[in-house]
């Protein structure tokens, strides 16, 4: 063979030697984006499929004929109307509630030392990581007879009173498991803001009240929308803490679905309810950008409208009376937060200790650690406490292989539809979790082939891939280039440089990520209350069945247990990256 020929193919005279072609700056998005079409637009597609059928039975042919059959028995049905109604009242309630209470904790945590702000993080962060149902079950030992509420109202004169089982039980429970997410949207943009701008308000004569009103809360307009648009969303599909705290007395449209869909089996009235919720919700995702655009013209690049102002003989006694008691209520809100956040999350330890055989007895019996014993003597919780513990690492690894290419291609190129896709990445966390649980469910059962945790892990995934993305996006974007264009300039190949100069930079990232990521796969139970089966539970869905049909205090015990993993891992997180910094996204 001459030695031309084995040089390889060489190139026509005249013309230089074509190039590689370069990747396309979105590629690294592809395999995210692959996985959002298999396990989260995939079950959309079939509950919109499911939602079109023009009979309920299971068993029957799916028909590719669209039939409003389902919705015009949903919306003919003054039940279901009336369903609708309450829901979403309820949702507007306790989002209205958490920018009452959220407003005050994430001014609170802008206003923390360096040094005690990872210490006001965690107060956020251990309800937001902990299972819905251990928070449940604290509210109901909040509001049980005999206890901390009861004691109070009795005190005041009020009387015995049992707040459970009724409208405002459940909805004080969704305020206190949705509130994190007021406070850490509006923790963005608060912490982002120009405080000079504040000091000038004080310098030129403003109290607190006025600063507040006229600055900070302007300033805060967008995080307060983002805020608002994902409490709403989320307390308007919730149904775990409806179905614990209102004891089947209230029903919510979640609630509803999950009959349908796991006792009826009525699949398309289940879907057509998913999808009618859907849709409310966009349409109030869209309110909501609306008023709040109304508020803040400067991001539309519009002319600020001219304010009313009340006439002088009454907005100075108004301003004197806001200057006086503004502080005063805002202590007060702050207080009531805090204690909303972790008193429940306290009075399950203590009942995990409870020498009572009933979890929701308030009043303390005796000490005892009877109840952890039965834990580790029963098999079942240990086998559920594996599948958790597998099914979220498994999560939390494809999670990171997932993210963190997209991180790159979001944070690091400039191409056409960016913004938009990155966008498409985070909707899991703006749609229904119930209507993805109910179609994965269908995708199952038809095709049977797939095993029941490959479903889950499917979904899993797409429920921490946006968190997961959201941290490493940012870390990504902070890197410091210089390191590796120099080793690119030593001749490091381009995978050399990621291994050893990139991947280091980004380990504290990767592993707050990770560790996250595990914690909401281990406490998901939503969307995992559809598709486990009884060969296959999860840990956190074998409490909330439990606590459901029965009221034996191990699920304070197996609560108290989560509570505490899920503080040691946050221990190790603030290790690696001060929570504040992992969370000023």
């Keep these: 063979m001459s030695a031309a020929s084995s040089a390889g193919p060489v190139p026509v005279q005249g013309r230089p030697p074509r190039p590689f072609p370069a990747p396309a700056p979105a590629a690294p998005a ?115 007879p005999g206890g901390i509420a009861s004691g109070v109202a009795q005190a005041l004169g009020f009387g015995r009173v049992n707040l459970l089982f009724g409208w405002f039980a459940v909805g004080l429970s969704l305020l206190q498991v949705f509130m994190p997410f007021m406070v850490l949207a509006l923790y963005d943009v608060l912490e982002a803001r120009d405080r000079k701008l504040a000091e000038a ?4 004569g403003a109290g607190p009240a006025a600063t507040f009103w006229r600055v900070t809360l302007p300033l805060a307009l967008p995080g307060l929308r983002a805020g608002l648009v994902v409490v709403l969303l989320m307390a308007s599909t919730a149904y775990v803490s409806a179905t614990l705290v209102g004891g089947k007395k209230v029903w919510v449209t979640g609630m509803v679905v999950l009959k349908e869909g796991l006792e009826l089996l009525n699949h398309p009235l289940a879907s057509a309810l998913a999808m009618l919720m859907l849709l409310a919700s966009i349409l109030a995702t869209l309110l909501i950008g609306r008023v709040i655009g109304l508020f803040t013209p400067w991001l539309a690049q519009r002319p600020p409208r001219r304010a009313r102002r009340l006439p002088p003989a009454i907005r100075a006694p108004v301003l004197a009376a806001a200057e006086a008691i503004g502080p005063w209520i805002g202590r007060l809100l702050l207080a009531l937060a805090l204690a909303l956040l972790l008193f429940p999350l306290l009075l399950v330890v203590v009942a995990s200790v409870n020498d009572t055989p009933q979890a929701t007895v308030a009043g303390f019996q005796g000490f005892t650690w009877r109840w952890y014993a039965m834990i580790f003597e029963d098999t079942r919780y240990l086998s559920d406490a594996w599948t958790s513990v597998q099914l979220a690492a498994a999560a939390a690894v494809i999670g990171l292989l997932l993210a963190l290419p997209a991180s790159f291609a979001l944070a690091r190129s400039r191409w056409r539809g960016r913004e938009q896709v990155g966008a498409i990445m985070m909707l899991p966390l703006a749609l229904p979790g119930i209507a993805i649980g109910l179609g ?95 060969r296959m539970q999860t840990l956190p869905v074998r409490i909330y069945a439990e606590a459901s049909f029965s009221l034996q205090n191990t699920v304070n015990a197996v609560s108290t247990l989560i509570i505490l993993v899920t503080v040691a891992l946050l221990l190790i997180v603030n290790r690696v990256m001060p929570l504040d910094r992992a969370w000023r996204r």
């Design 201 to 204: 308000a004080s310098g030129l």
């Design 440 to 534: 994965m469910l269908r995708l199952l059962q038809w095709f049977t082939m797939l095993p029941a945790f490959l479903g889950i892990l499917a979904v899993h995934v797409v429920m921490v891939a946006p968190f997961m993305l959201a941290l490493l996006r940012a870390s990504v974007a902070g890197l410091d280039r210089t390191q590796e264009e120099a080793a690119g300039g030593l001749g490091a190949s381009p995978w050399r440089v990621l291994w050893r100069v990139t991947l280091p930079q980004l380990a504290p990232a990767l592993a707050v990520a990770g560790i996250i990521g595990f914690l909401l796969s281990f406490g998901e139970v939503t969307v995992t209350a559809f598709l486990t089966t009884a």
């Design 30 to 144: 592809a395999p995210y984006l692959l996985w959002l079409a298999a396990a989260f637009a995939a079950p959309l597609g079939a509950v919109l499929l499911l939602s079109l059928q023009e009979g309920g039975d299971m068993f029957a042919p799916l028909s590719l004929v669209p039939s409003a059959a389902q919705y015009a028995e949903v919306l003919g049905d003054s039940y279901y109307l009336r369903l609708f109604g309450n829901t979403l009242l309820l949702a507007t309630s306790v989002t209205i509630a958490s920018a009452v209470l959220g407003f005050p904790l994430a001014l609170w945590l802008t206003g923390l030392s360096p040094r005690w702000r990872p210490l006001g993080f965690a107060c956020i962060l251990v309800p937001l990581l902990t299972n819905v149902v251990v928070r449940s079950l604290g509210i109901i030992l909040l509001l049980a």
